[in-house]
């Protein structure tokens, strides 16, 4: 909860806060308060009238759609699609031994290992590391 929030649900609090203000800027501060409120307040209510003129409009689309011996399923068999399949999983290319004697496997692809990449800066050659089959 961020300070300004815990000071707005807290009676107390405003009142301490309310204190630190002269008359003119308690009477503007109120005045801009209430402005906010009500324009919050309005933005709520657009929010609220677009979304029930959305559920209207679901609900005459479903109304049209059985009308027309149309189902859900049959409109979300066109719409979903199916995923696209993983690729295949790439056998490893290359085999090194880790610092703690591990050995691991690469296939080549993506970020180079950080074991592999030490050899390599080192003055290893990559090709050194294939996997003879």
Known sequence: MSEFTSILTNK????????????SELV????????AVDDVVELFETE????????KKVADILAQAEREGITVEDLAGEIV???????KKLPPKYEFKTESGELK????????????????????????????S
């Open 28 to 35: 503007e501060a109120r005045e801009k308060f209430l402005s």
């Open 12 to 23: 107390r609090r405003i009142k301490a806060q309310l204190k630190t203000l002269n008359e």
């Open 48 to 55: 609220r009238q677009k979304e029930q003129e959305k559920q």
């Open 105 to 132: 496997t690469w296939t080549g692809q993506g970020r180079m290992p950080s074991a592999l990449k030490k050899e390599v800066d080192a003055g290893a050659a990559l090709v050194s590391f294939l996997i003879k």
């Open 81 to 87: 699609k199916p995923k696209a399949t993983n690729r």
